[in-house]
């Protein structure tokens, strides 16, 4: 399974999830993008943080019965770990929930039964979530806010598949020398 193949499976659960919460002027939103998006002051960011390969490669072939065709089939288990950070401006005069409690959130929608029920259907489990951790930082205008974030790492197979040549019949010769 490709990155965006992950992607378009979980980003929606974490909108329904926040939508579910009356959390709707959130954008949830791929980092590190070829464009640049500029900072929103309300939002989940993801990025891919890294890969690893669980086991060896399974390979296979198979026939198809119906077109006659040899297929060779590799699999590879893999975990893909990603990142998720939180921005959530405070609003002095409307003090509603921070960015850790944004943070909080979306580290338990990825984790309730609907979400792991979702990741299950489409070939996908979360392997485990990481701890909140809470860093400030200095804006562009000086002031102090904090950039919530955790890890979470997801197990999927990434396939492929090709076309084998059929032997069709075989000759031996036996020649002297």
């Known amino acids: 399974m490709l990155d965006y193949d992950i992607v378009r499976v979980f980003r929606p659960l974490i909108v329904d999830g926040l939508a579910d919460l009356g959390i709707t002027d959130v954008d949830v939103l791929m980092n590190y993008q070829p464009t640049k998006q500029g900072a929103d002051t309300k ?20 026939i198809d019965n119906d077109t006659q065709i040899l297929e060779s089939v590799e699999t590879q288990v893999k975990e893909t770990t ?34 792991l029920d979702t990741l299950k259907s489409n070939g996908l489990g979360i392997l485990w979530v990481s701890e909140i951790r809470n860093v400030p930082f200095m804006d562009s ?32 010769t036996i020649k002297r020398v």
């Not at 396939?159 to 000759?171: A, P």
């Open 43 to 62: 939002a989940v960011y993801f990025f891919n943080v890294g890969d690893k390969n669980v086991g060896a490669v399974s390979r296979d072939n198979i």
């Open 141 to 172: 205008d000086d002031n102090y806010i904090f950039n919530p974030s955790f890890d979470f790492t997801i197990t999927h197979k990434q396939v492929l598949k090709g076309e084998l040549h059929k032997i069709d019949n075989f000759n031996a």
């Open 82 to 115: 990603f990142q998720v950070n939180t921005l959530f401006k405070q609003d002095p005069s409307n003090l509603t929930i921070t960015a850790k409690d944004l943070c909080s959130y979306v580290y338990m929608i990825l984790q309730r039964r609907k979400s």
